[in-house]
């Protein structure tokens, strides 16, 4: 499980170079951060370089197809349970 009281934020593309910088400051400040990527290009953090309690996730996304845009905010919902933050 996760800690259910820390902030999530969401990345959409955080495979970049802005979008893996976002994702590396939120998750400095302990929040929960998923990420999307779009092809085989997901992004891959090293939480050990972080904290011990780091909480990391990539997800596919294609922003072309309700159904995956649907399915990326139902993993969300379903394992955090929460979006605070929301970086397009």
Known sequence: TYPSNRPVAVVIGGNGGIGSACC???LSHHFTVVS???TNDSIDIDCSML???CVFRSLHLDINSSESVSNFFRVIYTEFKRIDVLII
């Open 51 to 53: 904290s011990d309690d």
């Open 36 to 38: 999307s990527f779009h």
């Open 24 to 26: 590396r400051k939120f």
